[in-house]
């Protein structure tokens, strides 16, 4: 059973430039998040997708925008970029479905390693 | 404010050693608790999660939590550290019963084991 995967594992942009993440959930999960976790701080809430909506979206600017997919994968897309936006990208899978089945635990993926020059 | 305090920065221990790392928060609401490890260079791992019923919770690899209310701490221990427990460890806390399980993370504390 594959958990949560993401690609890529690198990814070195320059200023100004967008860039796009991609995150496929662990199986049988229908709910993807997203955090950025900059260089020695823990992870913060970006946004998060379920039934191909954004359900809640933490304190982040428009530039920061998602999708996810009917399969359930999903995108981070950041345009604009700035050196600030330098960064370890985590997605995080969950299950939400129906209210008996809900599941509060999230499982990471390894992350994408987003440097901004 | 909703928010995760953990104290300690960086913790060193000897091989063998008891540990415990720190965590308080403050959440309107009742919360769920977690406790993440990160190795250098990857993703998170859950270690253990604490939802209701006994306050002492065990987890992966030997960990185990407490959840004390009136202290608004969820702490971490371990009898004995294994070099390889050397990481990064975070405590999150989400809603109960909430739309989303959106997760507030304290800032980590970095364990180092000492030979």
């Known amino acids: 059973d594959a958990g949560v995967t993401q690609s890529p594992t690198h990814l070195i942009k320059t200023r100004g430039q967008q860039v796009t993440l991609r995150c496929s959930p662990k199986?049988?999960?229908?709910?993807v998040s997203w955090y950025q976790q900059a260089l020695g701080q823990g992870p913060q809430f970006i946004f998060q997708?379920?039934?191909?909506?954004?359900?809640q979206r933490g304190n982040f600017p428009d530039r920061f925008s998602g999708h996810q997919f009917p399969n359930y994968s999903s995108e981070l897309n950041v345009n604009a970029l700035l050196l600030g936006d330098s960064a370890l990208y985590l997605c995080?899978?969950?299950?939400?479905?129906?209210?008996?089945?809900?599941?509060?635990?999230?499982?990471f993926g390894p992350g994408t390693r987003l440097t901004v020059t | 404010a909703q928010s995760v305090t953990q104290p300690d920065i960086h913790i060193t221990v000897s091989e063998g050693a008891s540990l415990e790392l720190r965590c308080n928060y403050s959440?309107?609401?009742?919360?769920?608790l977690f406790w993440y490890v990160q190795s250098p260079g990857q993703g998170l791992q859950l270690l253990l999660k604490?939802?209701?019923?006994?306050?002492l919770v065990q987890g992966i690899k030997g960990f185990e939590a407490e959840f004390k209310r009136s202290q608004s701490s969820f702490n971490l221990r371990k009898p004995s550290v294994h070099w390889s427990d050397a990481a990064e460890y975070f405590c999150?806390?989400?809603?109960?019963?909430?739309?989303?399980?959106?997760?507030?993370f304290g800032t980590g504390t970095l364990l180092a084991v000492q030979p």
């Open positions: 999150a806390v989400g809603p109960y019963g909430g739309a989303t399980n959106k997760l507030i």
């Open positions: 199986s049988g999960h229908d709910t």
């Open positions: 959440y309107g609401a009742t919360p769920y």
């Open positions: 604490y939802f209701s019923g006994d306050t």
């Open positions: 997708y379920y039934e191909e909506e954004e359900r």
């Open positions: 995080a899978s969950s299950y939400t479905g129906g209210r008996a089945g809900r599941s509060y635990e999230q499982y």
